[in-house]
């Protein structure tokens, strides 16, 4: 892929394809694996993007302008992405960041993870715009500074 011209259709197709197969198993109560159970619950905790979900053809082919605010896939994507840090640990302060927002600030968990998600996205956009891989150790320090020591 190369960063100035970003994923082709077939790949932005591809990628939308897995989170429709999922919601629509998951809606269909059909038996889902690991990932599909990761993207449903992700799905789900998002009802104002329900309604992508109508239409395959649409779903799959619709662009988002600058203007339509953030990119809903994006959005679940980066969400995807999130609970597989914090699944994994890596990087750790991904968790911890999560856990103390919502044990000591008392924030509910999807609340929280807008928190880390805005970070996340800054940190892929500046990837972007270099052309490079996103900065992993500058990501880890972003979030540790959203923690008080």
């Known amino acids: 892929m190369n960063a100035s011209s970003g994923p082709s259709r077939e790949q932005l197709r591809a ?3 897995v989170f429709w197969d999922a919601w629509q198993k998951a809606c269909a109560d059909l038996p889902l694996n ?11 905790m998002h009802p104002e993007y329900h309604g992508y979900f109508d239409d395959m053809e649409r779903f799959l082919e619709r662009d988002f302008g600058v203007d339509d605010g953030m990119n809903p896939y994006l959005h679940l994507s980066l969400h995807l992405a999130l ?10 302060e991904a968790g911890r960041l999560l856990e103390y927002l919502i044990v000591r600030q008392g ?6 993870l807008h928190v880390l998600l805005e970070v996340l ?19 880890a320090r972003r979030l540790r500074e959203l923690m008080p020591l």
Request: hydrophobic fraction near 35%.
């Open 15 to 17: 990628h939308r394809q």
């Open 121 to 139: 996205a800054e940190t892929v956009y500046l990837a972007q715009r270099r052309g490079g891989e996103p900065d992993v150790l500058a990501y």
């Open 83 to 92: 609970e597989e840090q914090v699944a994994t640990g890596h990087p750790p």
């Open 34 to 44: 690991a990932l599909e159970v990761r993207i449903a619950r992700v799905i789900a």
């Open 107 to 112: 924030r509910d968990r999807h609340e929280a």
